[in-house]
């Protein structure tokens, strides 16, 4: 073969190698990306925030069943005679549980075809219609919220209703009338969780050192993976914000009281200013005794601060009580506050950034509460 030739071949050889190794460089840096979830505030998606639906968002359609079937599961609940709505294209019920609301939608009817007067509100043998007083034991506030749109197809009507505590609707159709049965969440469930990922909205939390990363994202971020090992498990969890929002301290301790919940977990990041060495995991408690529930607050907080730590492989760095902060002052039931890391240590935020690291973190959250769960079923209430 020809000097020329070989040359020639040596060249391609060389090609094909640099091409290889930079391919094999990108499909790295892929990866690499992919291990940190984006959880920059600069490239956090909605999308990415709001796998888990939640139940407030669902549109629960109504179910088949005789007045007697909406009376055997509770004898509080609403019916709007059929008489008086026009044939809907659609008919869904909406549980803002936050807000202590539910939200009857009739999707194509004519504006004005549904009146308040038609709505009646029944308690046993009390039924009652038109203006709402202080007296009412359910309801505080009724309202008809039409779109008045010209075109019917596209027109909706919703029925507001705002109660005076957490009920669990569901939604009956009869051949006479839709019926929304009202029974609060206790004795719909057995087992109750309620939720927090922290901050929301403007309120970002603490950062990272570079500013990259906020506490709001990479909580909320958690709480995603949280959801679908609780989603798996006996028990009922509501979760008081499952996207970027605010949401204020009142109303977060105002769902756990009202449900009456089992547990109570709130799940937040660290800092410390200057304290690059300082890292680890710790949980939070009230030092009071909580008024629903037979769990301890530092009981819970121990058990969710031993699961993290080994779940993560995280140095654990106690139980702490806090009276002074608002959530476990005013939260009724067994309460706990998570801070799953320092967002100031650079060992903390490599596990905080990236799914695998917020998936042991998730682990841990979720096998603390089944283990809490079983305590407090059992009774074992030592402090």
């Given at each position: ?17 640099a ?117 009412d ?26 109660l ?49 990363y ?14 679908r ?65 037979k ?24 139980t ?64």
């Open positions: 073969m020809e000097m020329q030739e070989w040359r020639r071949l040596a060249i391609q050889s060389i090609a094909f190698f091409v290889v190794f930079v391919s094999s460089l990108g499909f790295s840096q892929r990866i690499q990306q992919q291990l940190e979830v984006g959880v920059r505030a600069e490239d956090y998606k909605e999308s990415q925030r709001q796998k888990t639906v939640s139940a407030q968002e669902k549109k629960e359609e109504p179910t088949v069943a005789t007045k007697a079937l909406v009376e055997e599961r509770s004898n509080t609940y609403i019916k709007i005679p059929k008489k008086a709505v026009p044939t809907p294209a659609k008919v869904y019920l909406q549980n803002k549980y936050m807000d202590f609301q539910v939200i009857l939608t009739f999707q194509g009817v004519a504006p004005g075809s549904i009146d308040a007067g038609d709505i009646l509100r029944v308690r046993g043998y009390h039924v009652s219609g038109g203006i709402i007083t202080k007296k034991p359910a309801f505080r506030k009724i309202e008809v919220v039409d779109q008045k749109k010209q075109d019917d197809e596209n027109n909706s009507i919703q029925l507001k209703f705002t005076k505590k957490a009920y669990e609707p569901i939604l009956f159709e009869s051949d006479e009338a839709y019926y929304i049965s009202l029974l609060s969440a206790r004795k719909a469930h057995d087992k109750i969780v309620v939720v927090d990922a922290g901050h929301g909205g403007m309120d970002e939390g603490t950062s990272s050192a570079n500013r990259k906020h506490e709001k994202d990479i909580v909320l971020a958690v709480q995603e993976k949280l959801s090992l609780l989603d798996k498990a006996d028990m009922t969890v509501y979760y008081t914000r499952t996207k970027d929002e605010k949401v204020s301290k009142k109303a977060r301790t105002r769902l756990a009281n009202a449900l009456q919940a089992d547990l109570f977990v709130s799940i937040h990041c660290n800092a410390l200013q200057g304290g690059v060495n300082t890292f680890g995991v710790e949980t939070l408690y009230a030092g009071k005794n909580p008024e629903y529930g769990l301890a607050n530092r009981e819970l907080a121990d058990v969710i601060l031993e699961q993290v730590a080994v779940s993560a492989d995280m140095k654990k760095r106690g702490i009580k806090r009276n002074g902060l608002y959530l476990l002052r005013h939260a009724k039931v067994p309460a706990t506050i998570v801070e799953i890391g320092y967002m100031t240590n650079q060992s903390d935020m490599s596990l905080l950034k990236k799914e695998i690291g917020q998936q042991k973190i998730a682990e841990g959250i979720y096998q603390g509460i089944v283990n809490a769960m079983e305590k407090g079923a059992k009774g074992e209430k030592n402090s």
